[in-house]
C-alpha cells in the first residue's frame, strides 16, 4: 500500500515557489538566517521569508513579520543583507510585506519540530479555539509532553506567543500562538 503524504496547502505551494525559484541558492544560503527571538529557527522555518527574486543585477527579498510592529523585523533584515553581502551581493532589498498578514501555516513541520525541542509550544500544540486562546485552553508541553497544562497570559516573551504553566511538571513554557 502506498503511503500519500499530506501537508497544508500554503505549506505545498512555498515549497513549490522555493524549489521552482531561479535563485535556488539564495534561498538555501538564507537558511542560515536565524530569528533572533528564537535562534533555533531559520526565517524559512518561521514562515516569514516569503519571495526571493533577481531584478537585473538586484537583488530582492521579501518578508513578512509574525506581527506588524514586530521588534525582531529590523535585526532580521540586517542579517538578511549581511548574509547575502557575504557572499558578494552588494546590490540588494529587503521589502516587508505585511498583506497577506503572516499566518502561523506559513511555519514549516521543521520548524515546529525545532520550537519544541527549544521548549517553545508550537501552534498545533493547543486546543485554543478558532478565535483565540480561551481561559481553559490546554497547550502540550514541549518538556514533558503533558496536556495538563493552564494558561497563565495570553502574553507570553512576544506578543506572538502566550505562557502556560505545565502542571506535570510544573515548567512555565511559551506557546506560539495559531493565526
Known amino acids: 500500500m502506498s503511503e500519500i503524504s499530506l501537508m497544508p496547502e500554503e505549506q505545498y505551494h512555498r515549497l513549490q ?11 538555501d544560503l538564507l537558511d542560515e538566517v536565524k ?37 525582531a523585523m529590523d535585526t532580521i533584515t540586517e542579517d538578511i543583507e549581511a ?13 516587508m510585506q505585511l498583506s497577506p498578514a503572516w499566518s502561523s501555516e506559513w511555519m514549516s513541520p521543521e520548524g515546529r519540530r525545532k520550537l519544541r525541542n527549544y521548549g517553545v ?21 514541549p518538556h514533558c509532553g503533558s496536556r495538563d497544562t493552564r494558561l497563565l497570559s495570553e502574553f507570553g516573551s512576544t506578543a506572538c506567543k502566550a505562557l502556560f504553566q505545565c502542571q506535570a511538571c510544573k515548567e512555565t513554557f511559551d506557546y506560539f500562538k495559531k493565526i
Open 83 to 95: 548574509a547575502l553581502n557575504a557572499k558578494g551581493y552588494e546590490s540588494l532589498e529587503v521589502k
Open 121 to 141: 509550544a508550537p501552534p498545533e500544540d493547543a486546543d485554543a479555539s478558532e478565535d483565540g486562546l480561551t481561559p481553559d485552553a490546554h497547550a502540550l508541553c
Open 17 to 27: 515557489q522555493r524549489d521552482t525559484s531561479e535563485v535556488k541558492e539564495l534561498w
Open 35 to 71: 530569528d533572533p527571538e528564537i535562534p533555533a529557527l531559520s526565517i524559512w522555518d518561521l514562515g516569514i521569508l516569503r519571495d526571493i527574486e533577481r531584478q537585473g543585477d538586484r537583488i530582492v527579498v521579501t518578508i513578512t513579520p509574525t506581527y506588524s510592529g514586530c521588534p
